[in-house]
């Protein structure tokens, strides 16, 4: 499916899935084809020609099926398989909004050129890493105790996951509710507030600012997410 929206939609759908969407992200891993995105309007992904000043960042080939399942599925998990590409980095975008760049091709802003692989190829350690974790961990998976996991790992790129979750998810995870942010999850953001990662101690600054936890309102109220989760119009 080409359509962006489309994509997006489904992929907030099955993240809210939870543990009932792991074997379907799994089996979509095997999917190597390359299907190049359509009105993706001002995103910003290895794949787009344009940059706009501003959008949507998403550093995953989302042109590969296999690397859309995958982002899927890390933000899911909060887990790193390697799927992300690590070319597109939010201080060059500053950086290049700050002087004057906007409306021109993205590879005027960052390193954009893809390698000249299959889309199979690409990602066939972050297919067989994914496959290992599911085998051994799928039918005990909790997002609940990933998000923990992820926040006291020491890889940066799961802290990051789990603290944008947490500032802008708006898909469920039983569990996370005042009383055990409190207890449980906001002890070990205080810990990353001084993390030596420019990025994760930002983010764990920022949340903590939250004093009103209106973070929290999205996660547990389905009234707010109806447009991304189709489950909860069911609600209305």
């Keep these: 499916m080409p359509d962006w929206q489309t994509v997006y939609q489904a992929k907030f759908k099955l993240e809210a899935g939870g543990a009932s969407s792991l074997p379907f992200l799994v089996r ?74 906007r409306d021109t091709p993205l590879a ?9 692989k ?37 890889d940066p790129f799961r802290q990051l996951s789990a603290l944008n979750w947490l500032r802008f998810g708006i898909t469920p995870c039983p569990g996370v509710s005042a ?18 990662n420019e990025s994760v101690r930002e983010q764990a600054k920022l949340l903590l600012d939250d004093r009103e936890y209106y973070w929290l309102k999205y996660k547990t109220d389905p009234t707010l997410r109806k447009w991304a989760d189709p489950d909860a119009r069911k609600s209305q």
């Design 28 to 101: 979509l891993l095997d999917r190597a084809e390359f299907v190049r995105l359509e009105h993706t309007a001002d995103l910003i992904y290895p794949g787009a020609t344009t940059f706009y000043g501003h959008g949507w960042l998403v550093d995953y080939d989302l042109d590969c099926l296999s690397a859309r399942a995958g982002w899927a599925l890390e933000e899911l998990t909060f887990e790193n398989f390697g799927f992300a590409e690590g070319v597109i980095r939010e201080a060059d975008l500053l950086a290049a909004v700050k002087g004057g760049k």
């Design 108 to 116: 005027n802003v960052i390193a954009t050129e893809r390698i000249e």
């Design 118 to 154: 299959s889309c199979e190829r690409r990602h066939a350690g972050a297919v067989a890493r994914a496959k290992s974790w599911f085998q051994a961990n799928g039918s005990k998976w909790s997002r609940f105790e990933s998000l923990k996991d992820a926040l006291i790992s020491e």
């Design 179 to 196: 009383r055990t942010y409190d207890t449980a999850i906001r002890p070990q953001v205080v810990k990353l507030a001084s993390s030596n």
